[in-house]
């Protein structure tokens, strides 16, 4: 199998010319072009000779994204220079939208990754719901947007950390009857905490999957559907004790879940 070596030079982290090149790949099984090595955040004629001298010896194609034109030409010059196939992602589609619109390119690298406050915001979220998952941590419940609160297999994790993406710091506490319920949560706003419930026959389908998963072969308390209306009926007193919302997620998908729960802390 023939080997082709590509250099894909980038001032940015990569990740759009990573995906180009992975898709026409593809359209050679035949050849082996597994051989790709990135250069990324490269702003500087001197870091750009060395690779291409490098990429020279190798003959290797050079990929470039590169919005500085003056690198751009550098490459374009050596390349033509030394025979040196390469290829630019860029350029010609910024020239035909200068052509046409007027406007010249702002020539900023990583434009397209710039961190913003919603971004740190989305993934200070995403830390707390990851920190205070599965009642780690009972101090978590006083700094929370949101806290779910239900019996095992009530969507509470996936439920969380897809809040935690929409920017909500979200905690959640798995209800059983045999363990009291950390003190902190009746300090807390009730309008932030949602109760989350099902039908027995629902959570025991689920949990019977879960332990076929887990390789347990036999039935047991966990997926008994008499034990599980003991514990929603534990949860259902809890919530009234409360004074929370509650909604049923036996038949909703995460993102109707979501949204109701966004609707409910909203009123």
């Known amino acids: 199998m023939q080997s082709i070596k590509i250099y894909l030079i980038t001032d940015s982290v990569g990740e759009t010319a990573k995906k180009i090149i992975s898709a026409v790949v593809a359209q050679f099984p035949t050849v082996d072009l597994s051989d790709v090595h990135l250069y990324p955040f490269t702003n500087d004629k001197e870091s750009l000779l060395e690779i291409l001298n490098d990429a020279k010896k190798e003959q290797a194609i050079v990929a470039i994204t590169l919005v500085d034109k003056s690198l751009v030409d550098f490459v374009e010059a050596f390349s033509k220079a030394h025979s040196l196939p390469y290829v630019d992602f860029?350029?010609?589609?910024?020239?035909?939208?200068?052509?046409?619109?007027?406007?010249?390119?702002?020539?900023?690298?990583?434009?397209?990754?710039?961190?913003?406050?919603?971004?740190?915001?989305?993934?200070?979220?995403?830390?707390?719901?990851?920190?205070?998952?599965?009642?780690?941590?009972?101090?978590?419940?006083?700094?929370?947007?949101?806290?779910?609160?239900?019996?095992?297999?009530?969507?509470?994790?996936?439920?969380?950390?897809?809040?935690?993406?929409?920017?909500?710091?979200?905690?959640?506490?798995?209800?059983?009857?045999?363990?009291?319920?950390?003190?902190?949560?009746?300090?807390?706003?009730?309008?932030?905490?949602?109760g989350l419930t099902s039908t027995s026959e629902s959570l025991s389908n689920i949990r019977s999957f879960r332990e076929q998963t887990l390789g347990l072969k036999t039935k047991s308390m966990y997926s008994d559907e008499k034990r599980i209306l003991e514990e929603l009926a534990y949860a259902e007193t809890l919530f009234e004790q409360l004074g929370i919302e509650t909604i049923d997620v036996s038949k909703r998908s995460i993102e109707e879940s979501s949204m109701l729960i966004e609707n409910l802390i909203q009123k």
């Open 90 to 194: 860029m350029s010609p589609l910024i020239q035909i939208i200068e052509n046409l619109s007027g406007e010249h390119p702002t020539q900023e690298s990583g434009s397209v990754h710039r961190l913003n406050q919603a971004y740190f915001n989305r993934v200070s979220a995403i830390e707390f719901a990851v920190k205070y998952d599965d009642g780690k941590d009972p101090k978590g419940f006083l700094s929370a947007d949101i806290i779910l609160l239900g019996v095992s297999r009530t969507s509470k994790t996936p439920l969380s950390m897809y809040l935690a993406n929409k920017g909500y710091k979200v905690a959640n506490l798995p209800i059983i009857p045999e363990v009291e319920v950390a003190k902190e949560l009746f300090k807390v706003d009730p309008h932030k905490i949602i």
